[in-house]
Nanobody
Framework: QVQLVESGGGLVQAGGSLRLSCAASGNIFTSNTMGWYRQAPGEQCELVAFIASDESTYYASSVRDQGRVAISRDSAKNTVNLRMDSQEAQDTAVYYC?????????WGQGAQVTVSS
């Protein structure tokens, strides 16, 4: 069993930066993908970015073209981090940490991020 615990988030000023961290524990294998999803009020959950164990990354087109998002991981500590700069009102959402291994997805409890103007 895998547990994911997010930290960070909360209230962020528009134009500021968001930092989220996620720590995974439990039965974690060397080969896995860790990532972040978000769900805005009234919207479907969407992928933000993920990073594989070989540190290759993928960013959703909604954030990639803006160049303001960076995902990183520390595989030795089983942690994944997300940095989002130039926060906008539409970044307000619940952000979920995800770990996928052998086709099985595990989720954190979610971290609320509210961008205030």
């Amino acid at each position: 069993q895998v547990q994911l615990v997010e930290s960070g988030g909360g209230l962020v000023q528009a134009g500021g930066s968001l930092r989220l961290s996620c720590a995974a524990s439990g039965n974690i294998f060397t080969s896995n993908t860790m990532g972040w999803y978000r769900q805005a009020p009234g919207e479907q959950c969407e992928l933000v970015a993920f990073i594989a164990s070989d540190e290759s990354t993928y960013y959703a087109s909604s954030v990639r073209d803006q160049g303001r998002v960076a995902i990183s991981r520390d595989s030795a500590k089983n942690t994944v981090n997300l940095r989002m700069d130039s926060q906008e009102a539409q970044d307000t959402a619940v952000y979920y940490c995800n770990l996928e291994q052998f086709g099985i997805n595990c989720w954190g409890q979610g971290a609320q991020v509210t961008v205030s103007s």
